[in-house]
């Protein structure tokens, strides 16, 4: 199994930045592709940015030029680097990962961060 460990939530003021970082362990060399996910109150979760193992990214539409995903694989690193935060970007951030063959998923337990206006 792969097993994810977020930090670097936070409070943070409208236009400000943050860094999440997601640590995995366990059989982190089956790990497919990661990803962020965020919840706000009262709404489903939905992708904020994905990374495949080849580098490639996506982003959803609403972060897209503000954040920034990257993985570290000698680390077992996930980050997302957040600029222009905005009070909508408030929620609980969760890391994902895909892996092994059949491919299965981990989350992390979830970081939280508010953004005020």
């Known amino acids: 199994q792969v097993q994810l460990v977020e930090s670097g939530g936070g409070l943070v003021q409208a236009g400000g930045s943050l860094r999440l970082s997601c640590a995995a362990s366990?059989?982190?060399?089956?790990?497919?592709?990661m990803g962020w996910y965020r919840q706000a109150p009262g709404k489903e979760r939905e992708l904020v940015a994905h990374?495949?193992?080849?580098?490639?990214?996506n982003y959803a539409v609403s972060v897209k030029g503000r954040f920034t995903i990257s993985r570290d694989n000698a680390k077992n690193m996930l980050y997302l680097q957040m600029n222009s935060l905005k009070p909508e970007d408030t929620g609980v951030y969760y890391c994902?990962?895909?892996?092994?063959?059949?491919?299965?998923?981990?989350w992390g337990q979830g970081t939280q961060v508010t953004v005020s206006s």
């Open positions: 994902y990962a895909s892996y092994g063959n059949p491919l299965r998923g981990s």
């Open positions: 990374i495949f193992s080849g580098g490639s990214t």
């Open positions: 366990g059989i982190v060399f089956s790990i497919n592709a």
